[in-house]
């Protein structure tokens, strides 16, 4: 039978109970021997000393009251007969009996004398007793106290004994263990356990060796497949056309290809196997790509040309558990080629139409005139038609040519101090003719102390009257739009314009700043191109404020622009 952990440890606990008990013993033994001989000195000896006591009181005036003397001796005397403990106390109690029972017929000093006397010896007797008690019990005390402290240091060595050697028992193998699993960990399948034992921890280690062993074969008839599908994987990587890194839930990189190595200008040692601080550190596309969270597309020099790239990153997960990250970069540069050349063709033709359309425009106007010769009323309404037609590709012309100006980045600004309120009023009055022919009115409720913006007034002007415009379009007939202006926190000013229209469902917010965007079933209150908020946006961006909005579906919608104020 194998001596195993479990017994080691009972027999080591049953023999410190042991040990215990013996212990427990010993005191309550002696605590109880202490305890009669103690409830023996007050029972035979204290009681008598008490008697004595009190019968040599009483003498003290036995020519007072001679019945009641009589009286307490007697009491005291009877007790003291019935506690006679010690040798030569019962001669003693006898003698004063006898004098006692002389004193009841004839009371004298000489036998209170002689009473006294026999008192005197009682209660020698008892105090030699009680000294004599009291060594036995010092004795016993002593000797109590001496195996007591033999039993708690013997206690003492073997429970020392114990904490040291028992987890050493432990500890070792378990070390041994510890050791042997970050050599597996650590890929040494070669490590093997060796434990000079014949309890658990022999079989524990057996059983590892085991392990061990499967686990070298298996590792052993498997790194040829894995080595080629390692290969494999790398190649499948390599000949992505897109950039590609990775990176483990660890935020170490686990692979980058060539195309990612060559914009990098790294090596593979360099960076696979890194940590993503690390890398970051040292290289500043890396860094750029770890701490910028955007899909906009950015530049890079590769061969010294210019090549534009947008970032795509994707979370790696497998049931819910997200495994890692994979950063690809797509090379956009022929779509960004293609969109400069399609931005340059439109802000051609456009700049190529606006003349011609604008003179057409004059001579439309021209017809109208009498001097120029009388139309019927079919004519003025062809012309009027036409000149609508006209004025609204005049506009879509502008707005192109505002649109190209915004996507080149070659927006051209005068940036001034400007009164708000001189903004707010040209754009009402530019705009008060189109609310009249909706019979809509327009409020302005403007703070009297509103500062001065930095924009510029022709752009700043061209989103107010463009934002008056959708308001008024799409407000009811009979109905207000209101303008507000205020001074607001971070140096700002805020111009807000309130309609009761149709409002801006949610999932359509987000868009609504998009070119071309229109909000679906809008089409038929209005015939714009979709690009006045877009170009209303870059204006906006361009001058340093920004814009939003608030809506809900059938309750309106609020346009907010906010204009860098100047310092007063």
Known sequence: MTFGIKNKIRLGTLFLFFLLILSGWTSIHYFALLKKESQQILKANYESLVYCHAIQEVLDGYNKNISEIINVIETNLAMQEKNITEVGEKEYTESLRSHFEQFKYKPSAP????????????LMVNMQAIQRKNELATIAANKATIYLYIISAFIFLIAFTFAIRFPTIILVPMKKMKEAVKEIANKNYKHRIVINAT??????????????????????????????????AEAVINSLKDASIGIDKDNKILFANQQALNLMGLNAKEIIGKQVSEVSTVNDLF??????NQSAPFKIVVDNKECYFTKETNDITKDDEELGTVISLKN??????KDVAKTNFL?????????????SDIGLKLLQYDKTGNLTEQQLEIISDLQKDNQ?????VSELLDLSQAETGNINLTINSTSAKEIIEFAVNSMKQQANDKNVSIEMKLDENIKPINADKEKASWVLINLLSNAIRYSPSNDKIIIVAKNSIDNKVEISIKDNGLGIPKEYQEKIFQRFFRVPGTTSLSKGTGLGLSISKEFMTAMGGGINLKSDTGAGT?????FQSVAV
């Open 199 to 232: 309890d658990e921890f022999s079989e524990l280690g057996n059983a590892f060796n085991l392990m061990a062993e499967k686990i070298e074969s298996y590792a052993n008839s498997n790194l040829n497949k894995l080595m080629f599908e390692k290969t494999r």
């Open 111 to 122: 036998i209170v004398q002689a009473i006294r006397k026999d008192l005197q010896n009682i």
């Open 332 to 337: 956009i540069t022929t779509f960004q080629e």
């Open 287 to 292: 860094h750029y790509l770890i701490e910028r």
């Open 347 to 359: 802000a051609t033709i456009s700049h190529e139409l606006k003349t011609p359309l604008a003179s």
């Open 558 to 562: 609020e346009f907010i622009l906010q």
């Open 392 to 396: 609204r590709l005049i506009k879509l």
